[in-house]
């Protein structure tokens, strides 16, 4: 059972440039969401998504688009790579069913450092 | 606004000994609070959460937590810590009318054999 997979694993960019973080899950989990860890700071919401079609900012959603087109994928994109970008991020799943008290499963992160 | 504490970045406790991990929040509607742990490297795990109804949670791996509604706290506990359970340990909130949880920084647990 994969649960939630992310890749890559690791990403070095340079200032400016784009790229996509993958996620799919294999659990028919309505809700995916992405967040940033940064030390000393939490876990902080990116965007969200209830279901196909449905996407939504979380708290820190500027530099980043999603998009869901499936129930298995969420991907993420940078537009315009920024030092300030540099950090780990996870990518997280759940029923919908129960809202916020389902509880939430994550990939095991993709660690991005711009230069 | 909603906040999360986690008053300690670092606790190192001896392998065996007892532990207690803080969490107090800030939050206007009735919360709805979880324990996640994460192992090096990985994502996190959901440890337990509460609801409603009796303060004290069970979860897995033997850890229990208490509500306490008159100090805004949801502490951590476990009896005995085994190496193993060496980690970084998040508290979160959240409410029912919304998806979005409030993380707390973390605190990591540092084992001494």
């Known amino acids: 059972n994969a649960g939630v997979t992310q890749t890559p694993k690791f990403q070095v960019l340079k200032t400016g440039q784009s790229m996509t973080l993958q996620c799919a899950q294999d659990?028919?989990?309505?809700?995916m969401s992405w967040y940033r860890q940064d030390p000393g700071m939490g876990l902080r919401l990116i965007h969200y998504s209830v279901g196909a079609g449905i996407t939504d900012q979380g708290e820190v959603p500027n530099g980043y688009n999603v998009s869901r087109s499936t129930t298995e994928d969420f991907p993420l994109r940078l537009l315009s790579a920024a030092p300030s970008q540099t950090s780990v991020y996870f990518c997280a799943s759940s029923y919908i069913t129960g809202g916020v008290g389902s509880p939430l499963h994550f990939g095991n992160g993709t660690r991005l450092t711009v230069t | 606004a909603q906040s999360v504490t986690q008053p300690d970045i670092h606790i190192t406790v001896s392998e065996g000994a007892s532990l207690e991990l803080r969490c107090n929040y800030s939050?206007?509607?009735?919360?709805?609070l979880f324990w996640y742990v994460q192992s090096p490297g990985q994502g996190l795990q959901l440890l337990l959460k509460y609801f409603s109804g009796d303060t004290l949670v069970q979860g897995i791996k033997g850890f229990e937590a208490e509500f306490k509604r008159s100090q805004s706290s949801f502490n951590l506990r476990k009896p005995s810590v085994h190496w193993s359970d060496a980690a970084e340990y998040f508290c979160?909130?959240?409410?029912?009318?919304?998806?979005?949880?409030?993380w707390g920084a973390g605190t990591k647990l540092i084992i001494k054999p």
């Open positions: 979160a909130v959240g409410e029912a009318s919304n998806y979005q949880l409030i």
């Open positions: 939050y206007g509607a009735t919360p709805y």
């Open positions: 659990m028919n989990h309505e809700y």
